[in-house]
Every structure is written in C-alpha cells, then in structure tokens.
C-alpha cells in the first residue's frame, strides 16, 4: 500500500463530512433530515477529527450569524420613487400609429431575407440635441457605416438576419420609449439614458447579441442613440 | 410591433377581499428582517402567490395601485439583494428601481409557473450580475461595503434597541466585515449565498432563480460558506 492509499480514506472521510456538513445544516431550514446512517456517521466523524469538527463549528456559527444579520431596508420614499418613475414611463410613452407598422415591416422583411446584419452601435449623444439629426451617419451606399462620435457601446449581432435584427431592435426601443428612425441601411434609434441599462439587458437577453462597452458615461448625456448598421 | 402602453385606469378600485391593502399597509410597517418577518414577502405563505398573481394581473392591466403594493411589498428584499450583490447604497436604488420597473413593464409575461417572487428576484439577479459587469467594466468592481449601509443599520439599531456605543460599534464592524467578505466571492456565488443565507430562501427557490441544477446551486453554496467561514471566523466566534 502507498502513502496516497493509505491517506486516501482519510480525505474521502473529510470530503464526505464537508458535503455533510451543509445538509446537516441546512436540514432544519426545511431541506429534510439526513438520513439516520449520514447522521450517525457525520457524528462520529467528528467527534473523531478535530479538523472536520472544527470546520463544521465555524460553518454553523457563520450561517448562523449571516442569518441574524440586520436586515438592509430600502431607503425611504424608494417606493414613491418607483411609482413615479413608472408614471412617467406612462405619460412619456409616445403615442404609436400601430396601424403603420405593419407597412414598415412588410417592407423590411421583403428586403431583409438577403441581408445580414453585422454591427450595431450605441452612441450617446448630448442633452438637448435633435431626434435625428444628432449622429451624422455616412455609408449608406455601402460598407461600414461612418459613425462621427466615438460609440460608448458596441452590440454585435454576427448570425442574426436584418429582418429579425430590425424587429428586436423595435421593440426594445418601444418597451423603453425610444425612437426608431429607418435611414438607408442603418436605424437610428434615441432613447433616454435612464433606459440604458435596461436596453442592454433586453439587447443582450437571449445571448444572441454581445454588448460591449467602448468608453465612459458624461454625467450630462441624456439621451442614448442606437445605430444598428445593416450590410 | 410597437405596443402602447395602456393608460393606468382612473376609476379601478381593487378587490379588498383579495388584496387586503389595510393589512399590506401595517405589514410593510413591520417590515422586518427575514421574508417571513417581511408581511406577505414569504414565498412559504400559502395565501400569497394567488394574492401576488392577481395583483400582476392587475399590472399589466395598467393599475398603478397594484404596482405599488408589489413594491411596497417587496422594496426592502429587493434592494437588500442588490446591496448585497453590488456593496453600494446608491448603485443598489438604482439597480432595484430598475428591477421593479421590469417587472411593471413585463408583469404581462408572468405566467405563474413559478412564485412571484421567484420570478421577480430572477429580475433582480439578471440585473445585477449585468450591473456588476457593466461597473467592472468602468473600473468599479464592488468592494467594500460603503459607510452608509453600516451607517443605515446603526440609526435603526440606535432606534430600536437601547445599544451602548461598544456594542452598536461592534455590530457596525461586523456588518462591514460580512460585506466585504460578500463582496469577494464570485458574484454567482455570491448571489446563491445571500439567496440562502441571508434572505432564507430554499434551494429549490435558488435554483428557479438561477436556472442552475439542484446539485450545482448545493455545490456553490458550499464552496461560498467555505470562503465567507474562512473569512469571518473571527467575526463570528
């Protein structure tokens, strides 16, 4: 018998009375007993080996003290900044002409089957700037399109169809009251920059959009653009 | 398809019987520690899931009032997640924010397949693991707890209990202490111990949540307290 044999036992023992020692634990938290024949094992290896005995110590009087933690309250008046928030998402909605939607996307669907989108880029433009005139967009003819401000975020889409790219990226921007404005072969999108976190958790849901970010936040951008560029 | 969102009702009074605001009221006063010390937050009270699922309802009818005992309801376990998960007060008001605001824009999707409040922390931990991403990426991992949590928990010791100053000192460090060994481990096993540990939640709920097996939710828990037990068993002799 080797040393590694001979020692083997021993650290099975001590791996064993660890994945023990949670549910040990834990059982009187409404996860079930151990079963009689763990439970009178687990006690007689600890009452056996100081280490393991030691360890199971520590591990009760942690769970123990991080469950008697004071609890952290929200801050006062954080409801009533919610609601508000929510009330203004409400009233800032814009008025949408569902009617004319499906005009826009039958004719994108018609011309997006051949058309893989590539890259989308998020901009941030200044407070007070136009709805759309805001980020000068070149390439229309052709190639990557010329964006003249340095994107603050890159969102890249490598096997999604424009089609498919365009109706996402609608309704993203729809859910957060945004703008989408159809140029050649790029869309602009402008949304609040309280939206911006959530636009990018709705962008990147599904995995199939990578978000990354490309430079910091000026404290006084408000407003977020989205130039989804179609080749 | 761009969906409106409908106008919040001006003349929708809400069926006592089913939601007892009288009683959500003087719950949230009592707001306590644990979820079942939290009024109808516990996803172990039998009679809140149908309560919660009816005010969803409601929600994504557009009723304003339902939204706000939802986040009434749930305000202290929420940003307590986030604070946890994040270790910045302020970063944690915004985060939760945007939790309920999800939820108010999607309270349409929830099928009740799941608790409510499995459903509504899988939000809060979406969006936290993407905040923390996103902060690391500007350089501001999350770290030490930051005074004011500490600061926070010692204005309501000092209002409930009759502490002496050593004793409110001591709680102040230890409260660091836990945070900033909360705030070392990997924010996935960070955000299955504060599941388990300090918002008492089984692992059956933690593994809703996460999306993660049974056994590996078990594994994280294990090699978390491992860590934090290493870390704070001076704190906790």
């Not at chain 1, 340095?150 to 169809?161: I, K, L, T």
């Not at chain 1, 709705?202 to 978000?211: F, I, K, N």
């Not at chain 2, 304003?64 to 994040?86: K, N, T």
């Not at chain 2, 004793?167 to 996935?188: K, N, P």
Request: with cysteine.
């Amino acid at each position: 018998m080797t040393a590694l044999d001979a020692l083997t036992p021993l650290f099975s023992a001590h791996a064993r009375a660890e994945r023990l020692m949670d549910a040990r634990l834990d059982a009187d938290r409404g996860e079930g007993p151990l079963s009689p024949e763990d439970e009178a094992w687990l006690e007689s290896h600890l009452a056996s080996c100081p280490r393991c005995r030691g360890a199971f110590e520590d591990r009760s009087r942690l769970v123990q003290g991080l469950l008697r933690e004071p609890p952290l309250m929200a801050p006062e008046g954080f409801a009533d900044r919610v609601l508000a928030r929510a009330q203004q998402e409400v009233t800032q909605r814009p008025a949408v002409a569902l009617h004319e939607e499906p005009r826009h996307w039958g004719q994108w669907l018609m011309a997006g089957a051949a058309v893989a989108a590539t890259v989308l880029f998020v901009a941030l433009a200044g407070p007070g700037r136009g709805p759309t005139g805001a980020v000068e967009v070149g390439g229309a003819g052709g190639g990557a399109p010329v964006v003249r401000e340095a994107a603050d975020f890159e969102v890249r889409a490598p096997s999604v169809g424009a089609a498919e790219v365009r109706a996402r990226v609608v309704r993203i921007a729809d859910a957060h009251s945004g703008t989408v404005t159809a140029h050649d072969r790029v869309l602009v999108v402008r949304i609040p920059r309280a939206e911006l976190v959530g636009v990018l958790q709705d962008l990147s849901r599904g995995g199939e959009l990578a978000v990354t970010r490309k430079s910091t936040l000026a404290p006084e951008q408000e407003t977020v653009v989205l130039e989804v560029a179609l080749e | 398809m761009l969906r409106a969102m409908p106008e919040p009702p001006t003349n929708a009074p809400m069926a006592r019987s089913a939601l007892t605001v009288a009683d959500e009221r003087s719950s949230e006063r009592a707001a306590g520690p644990r979820p079942a010390e939290r009024g109808g937050a516990s996803t172990r009270d039998p009679a809140t899931p149908m309560d919660e699922k009816v005010l969803l309802e409601r929600v994504a009818a557009g009723d304003q009032r339902a939204f706000q005992l939802l986040v009434e309801r749930y305000q202290h376990r929420v940003f307590a997640f986030c604070a946890r998960m994040v270790g910045d007060r302020a970063e944690a008001e915004d985060l939760a924010q945007d939790v309920f605001l999800t939820l108010y824009r999607n309270a349409g999707e929830f099928r009740g397949e799941s608790a409510f409040s499995t459903w509504l922390f899988r939000i809060a931990k979406n969006q936290t693991l993407n905040r923390i991403k996103y902060l690391e990426r500007r350089g501001r991992a999350a770290g030490r707890v930051p005074p004011e949590l500490a600061e926070d928990r010692l204005a309501r010791l000092t209002d409930e209990d009759a502490l002496d100053a050593d004793e409110r000192l001591a709680q102040s460090q230890r409260a660091e202490a836990v945070q900033a060994a909360i705030s070392e481990l990997a924010e996935d096993h960070r955000a299955v111990v504060v599941l388990r540990d300090m918002e008492d939640m089984s692992y059956e709920e933690i593994s809703d949540i996460t999306g993660l097996p049974l056994g590996t939710v078990k594994s994280r828990i294990h090699r978390a307290r491992s860590a934090l037990a290493k870390r704070l068993a001076r704190i906790f002799q």
